[in-house]
């Protein structure tokens, strides 16, 4: 038990690295490439507002007394499965991703980009946001509403454990469409140029570890309830697995040809042919 305690905690915290990791390469290229083409505000818009509630409702599993009690009550006595590094994680990307969004927002004034398609967040996007925002308040009436009526049992009635699961599954519904524009936008192109497939990589290997990990933990509990008690990180890891395998299948397969080298994005030249031949370019 103590090895797999060791593993669990090293899975852990190197898929914290790696999930953190995995939003610089997008941020890192985009400033290169000193563009955001190729690529839309959409997934690192929504993913603000997707990672802040992940924090608050990791921070909320992890400190608060009121809720780890009602989790209790509710999964036999059992404790939260969140991790100190799903919180730090969870903070980290929030401010990532607001860092990237100023990308594309503020392309201009504060980057110094070229103008680029793709640069404001689509009605859809906006939609999403307003609904995540109109169901937390609406969780919160009805918890509101039951704690008036008198005492309250965790384990059958509303209470605030709900709220921080409303909290929490609005990053769930956040991580299955955030990444449907992007999926799209490469299909209309039918390149990934721009998307970095670093961030790809790191992501699934995240993924991967990070559904390991909560699958060890609930393994020592000896109760599959440390998933069925926090489904929000179970989906994360396998909605993220199955969003890069398309991500991989569209830029070594679908796409292969039509991307730069480590799935940069190559500007198509505007000098003249004889720049060109100067370069080495033409023949």
Known sequence: MGFLSAVS??????????????????????????????????????????????????????????????????????????????????????????ITVSQYLLARPL???????????????????????????????????AASKGPIDPATDWCELDIVYAVGYVKLVITLIKLWPQILTNYRNKSTRGWSIWQVTLDFV?????????GIDSYLQHD???????????????????????????????YSGAHGKDGDYEEESLLPDDEERRRGRLD
Do not use: E
């Open 224 to 254: 599959w309830s440390g998933i069925t008690g926090n489904p929000v990180k179970f989906a994360l890891g396998n909605i993220a697995i199955v969003y890069d395998c398309v991500f991989f299948a569209q830029h070594y397969v679908l």
């Open 9 to 98: 905690g090293l899975f852990g915290w190197i898929y914290t690295f790696c999930w953190s990791a995995s939003f610089y390469p997008q941020l890192l290229l985009n400033i290169r490439r000193k563009s955001t083409s190729g690529t839309t505000v959409d997934f690192p818009f929504i993913n603000v507002l997707g990672f802040v509630a992940y924090f608050v409702s990791n921070v909320a599993f992890y400190y608060s007394p009121v809720i780890r009690s009602q989790y209790a009550a509710r999964h036999s006595g059992l404790t939260p499965t969140v991790q100190f590094n799903d919180i730090t994680f969870a903070l980290h990307a929030a401010v990532i991703s607001a």
């Open 206 to 214: 995240g993924g991967v570890l990070s559904t390991g990990q909560q």
């Open 111 to 145: 980057w110094g980009f070229a103008p680029s398609a793709g640069t404001r967040p689509s009605r859809f996007i906006h939609g999403v946001a307003v609904g995540c925002f109109v169901a937390v308040f609406a969780t919160w009436m009805v918890v509101t509403s």
